[in-house]
């Protein structure tokens, strides 16, 4: 039955069960790049912390 075009399994279609598929995988990667830009971000604004910090004290 499962390989029927359009069965119905645990309430829902094979096409559906593709889009949920794809869907989570698409999610998993969203995640994964909002983390590495999120990373990336926190860097990037300890480096600029860091460079005004290390003006400021030398020029005060």
Do not use: C, H
């Not at 889009?19 to 909002?34: C, H, I, M, T």
Request: hydrophobic share 35%.
């Amino acid at each position: 039955m499962s390989g029927i075009p359009g069965a119905v399994i645990g309430g829902l279609t094979s096409a559906e069960r593709q889009r949920l598929k794809e869907l989570e995988r698409e999610n998993r990667e969203l995640r994964r790049s909002n983390d590495i830009l999120r990373q990336a971000s926190a860097y990037f604004a300890k480096a600029e912390f860091d460079r005004l910090w290390k003006n400021d004290a030398t020029a005060g």
